[in-house]
């Protein structure tokens, strides 16, 4: 299963796909700090309330217009589900021809 991340300026929105089912999702508020931990027990909680379990995670990955969430939400990941998550950002290949000026100005949450 995917895990995708998008990190909002209000909401930390988290969906999991089975192939290309949605079979869950919730969110988290951006506004509160947390720790890698606290990303990690509150991930893993969510999660288990669908009945998923860490290890049916297989991969990640997140979009972020908050550059502060992602040091711990990148490491709560690798800590609790031992995966690397890719990190959309400018000069990921996603396929998508951007039609800008200056594609490096485009949101991530606005790629994906």
Sequence with gaps: MLLAVDIGNTNIKFA????KEIVATFRLTTDM??????????????????DIQPLDIHAAIIASVVPNAMHSLNNAL???????????????????????????????????
């Design 33 to 50: 700090p947390r720790t890698s931990d606290e990303f990690g027990v509150s991930i893993k909680s969510l999660l288990a309330s669908d």
């Design 78 to 112: 690798v800590k609790f589900f031992h995966i690397q998550p890719i990190i959309v950002g400018p000069g990921t290949k996603t396929g998508i021809k951007l039609v800008k000026t200056n594609p490096n100005e485009v949101g991530s949450d606005r790629m994906v």
């Design 16 to 19: 999991v796909f089975d192939g």
